[in-house]
């Protein structure tokens, strides 16, 4: 795995294109905002108090990956008519480069999703903190949030994104392949001895049926969850407490490694990377129904519900020995700091945690990002949900630990994502996972102290 661009190294490369930019743009390079009364009117917190009528026409540039926002944008310029939503797909772009060229442009971008650290924006100068906005804002004032909302956004007291949707993770579950084998679909509050043995009992090779698809998330999810639930790790991806060091190259993680391991060398009910090649790739997707459990998120449910050819439900993770934790992914969004139209980039921030906003989302099978009982009461009314396990959906948005790593020094340069795939899937020696963290923990403190964090 290839190490990271510095901070320093990085934030060179980005003033240099900024250089670029201000050369190309002419004038101020596009960067003095043009309506400056708006933007200090957004940093104290004041609500617009022109009416829609008496408001010049605004459109907001929003880089994004998204694909399926047509509607919630929709929903969001009827609610703000002087407002038009500009979406910049990413197209596989970094997006600090998608930036560059659009400050080149004279076009500065308002908002963006974050492809990597936040740190490393931040450190490039071009994220708004959004502490003030958010103080002085009704929605978020009038609103209950979970416990730990902001901690993966916030870096140095500044509130540099905010969860632009909190995508759950779930177990999913072939009930038709579970039946044909005479297994009842688990409870609840089921424990990782009763999923192993289920993925041992649906398994027949002869058939090419297997208890669990050949996926890394498997590891990615499902086991650095299973280290929280019986107590070996605090965080996901094997994390300590205050997220500065990896507890992956422990003897208990590493028992947990073992574990999962022994679903392919031992049990058989996962294939490996070169058994499901050999196999015509048929298991490596949970739609074929050749498999009986994978991990899925909210992003399989259109396909699943469209074309799926067997009866699927969902479950939470596992129990362990201390906790039912459950994996969620906040998907950052920010304003730009060279955005013309701040306090209406706001605006765009401040819905996405409306009820309209959050029932959609649940529509689309997201999680709810707020704490509110008409929201929590709205997973038993969606048709996203019908004749699906709803109290699993909302277990495990209950139990979510957050994915960290936005504001975790040097945690693009923590290699446990391929080693545990060369581990588990391609029967690498297991005891490669000690030096490597070893060597990773040693960095992040170092990349900390060099930010004076």
């Known amino acids: 795995m290839k190490k990271n661009l510095g901070y320093k190294k990085m934030t060179a490369m980005l003033a240099a294109m900024m250089l670029v930019a201000t050369a190309c743009a002419g004038g101020n390079g ?10 200090t009117q957004a940093t104290e917190g004041a609500e617009p108090t022109a009416s829609p009528d008496n408001r010049e026409p605004v459109t907001l540039k929003i880089i994004s990956w998204k694909d399926s926002y047509g509607e919630l944008y929709d ?11 500009e979406q910049i797909p990413v197209n596989s772009q970094p997006i600090m480069e998608i930036i560059a060229s659009l400050e080149a442009a004279g076009t500065p971008a308002d908002l963006t999703e974050i492809d990597s650290d936040l740190i490393s924006f931040d450190q490039a100068g071009l994220l708004e903190d959004l502490s003030p906005y958010i ?23 500044k509130k540099l994104a905010v969860p632009m949707v909190d995508v759950p993770m779930w177990i999913l579950v072939n009930k038709d392949l579970l039946a044909k084998h005479g297994q009842e679909m688990p409870a609840n509050d089921w424990t990782y001895e009763d999923f192993r043995n289920i993925a041992k009992a649906i398994t ?46 422990t003897p208990e993680v590493l028992d947990d490694v073992r574990w999962l ?24 997707e949970f739609i074929n129904g050749k ?19 067997f009866e699927w439900d969902v479950l939470p993770f596992p129990r362990g020995e201390k906790s039912q934790p459950g994996y969620t992914i906040y998907g950052p969004l920010s304003m730009l700091s060279s955005s013309k139209h701040k306090e209406e980039a706001f605006l765009w921030i401040s819905f996405q945690f409306s009820k309209e906003a959050q029932k959609w989302k649940i ?30 959906v909302k277990l495990a948005k209950e139990n979510a630990y957050i994915q960290p790593g936005l504001t975790v020094p040097a945690f693009g340069e923590y290699n446990w994502n391929n080693i545990l795939n060369e581990v588990i899937f391609m029967g690498a020696d297991i005891n490669t996972i000690v030096p490597a963290t070893e060597q990773w923990n040693k960095r992040t403190e170092e990349v900390r102290a060099e930010l004076g964090n």
Do not use: C
């Open 75 to 85: 929903m969001f310029m009827e609610k703000y008519p002087w407002i038009t939503i």
């Open 30 to 39: 596009g960067n003095a905002p043009t309506n400056a009364p708006a933007a």
């Open 135 to 157: 103080e002085k804002d009704p929605t978020f004032n009038a609103t209950q949030f979970p416990n730990g909302f902001f901690d993966t956004m916030t870096w140095n007291g």
């Open 261 to 284: 391991q022994e679903f392919v060398t031992k049990d058989g009910s996962l294939q490996s990377f070169d058994a499901a090649t050999a196999g015509g790739d048929v298991t490596r």
């Open 363 to 392: 529509d689309q099978g997201a999680n709810a990002s707020i704490n509110d009982p008409e929201i929590i009461d709205y997973y038993d009314k969606t048709p996203m949900w019908e004749g699906k396990n709803k109290e699993a």
């Open 291 to 309: 498999t009986g459990f994978a991990i899925g998120g909210d992003w399989v449910l259109p396909s699943l519900k469209a074309n799926a050819n």
């Open 204 to 249: 027949d090779p002869a058939a090419g049926e297997f208890g669990l698809t050949t996926q890394s998330e498997w590891q990615m999810r499902l086991l650095s969850t299973k280290a929280i639930a019986d107590g070996h790790a605090a965080n996901i991806h094997y994390l300590n407490e205050d997220l500065t060091q990896s507890v992956l190259h």
